[in-house]
């Protein structure tokens, strides 16, 4: 990290060579090569990296040279491989011997090394993982073998499954109505009986009111009794 933030302050702007290899890398520090403008070569070798999303590559214009060989990588992203493709003095990459995981991910990486003529030794490249895709060349593998199905729009989707609530929904409120119609007398009824019970109930309050606010009907009341 210090090594890191005197890279970043810019003390070092006319530094040509970087090399970081063999400290164990994980991962580097977002901006750790932003202002080393003359930077000509740069080896991050035999390290444990296992991924460049935070590297930021895009102001190393004179950058002749990426060793990155002897890691963990399993895949380079698209926004990584971009940066690479920008950089107008890049001759020589190295990616081998890491560990390239051959799914859906890879597929960016294996296209770009199908273009590029920067990679060196890119025919050496192999899958380690999956099983069954071990040993087999990057260069080599085709679409089918990724077996990616096509990303849905997620938009789309979205619209499709509120369209398909809606008709469940409107289904569910005819249904309702439906039953409102064909039991409409039944329920009148039920509503009738309802309205008689409340004002039964509600007279009884209101009978047991006036005999408790008036002390002759209370007296009255208790002579019934006995």
Wanted: hydrophobic share 45%.
């Amino acid at each position: 990290m210090g090594l890191a933030a005197l890279l970043q302050a810019g003390a070092l702007r006319n530094l040509s060579r970087l090399e970081l290899a063999g400290n164990g890398l994980l991962l580097l520090p977002a901006g750790m090569f932003a202002a080393l403008p003359a930077l000509r070569h740069l080896d991050l070798s035999n390290n444990s990296l296992v991924g460049l999303r935070n590297v930021s590559l895009g102001g190393l214009a004179r950058l002749q040279s990426l060793d990155l060989s002897d890691n963990s990588l399993s895949a380079l992203r698209n926004g990584t491989l971009a940066q690479l493709r920008g950089l107008p003095a890049l001759r020589r990459v190295d990616l081998r011997r890491n560990a390239w995981v051959c799914d859906c991910a890879i597929e960016d990486l294996v296209s770009w090394l199908k273009e590029s003529e920067q990679v060196e030794g890119k025919e050496a490249l192999v899958c380690a993982y999956p099983e069954k895709m071990a040993g087999k060349a990057l260069l080599k593998i085709n679409a089918s073998d990724l077996n990616c199905s096509v990303p849905v729009d997620l938009p789309s989707q979205l619209q499709t499954s509120y369209v398909f609530l809606g008709i469940v929904l409107a289904l569910i409120g005819a249904i309702f109505l439906l039953v409102l119609y064909l039991n409409r007398k039944g329920i009148k009824k039920w509503m009738h009986n309802i309205r008689d019970a409340c004002r039964d109930h509600m007279e009884g309050y209101h009978y047991r009111y006036e005999i408790n606010a008036d002390p002759r009907l209370t007296n009255l009341s208790s002579n019934s009794d006995v």
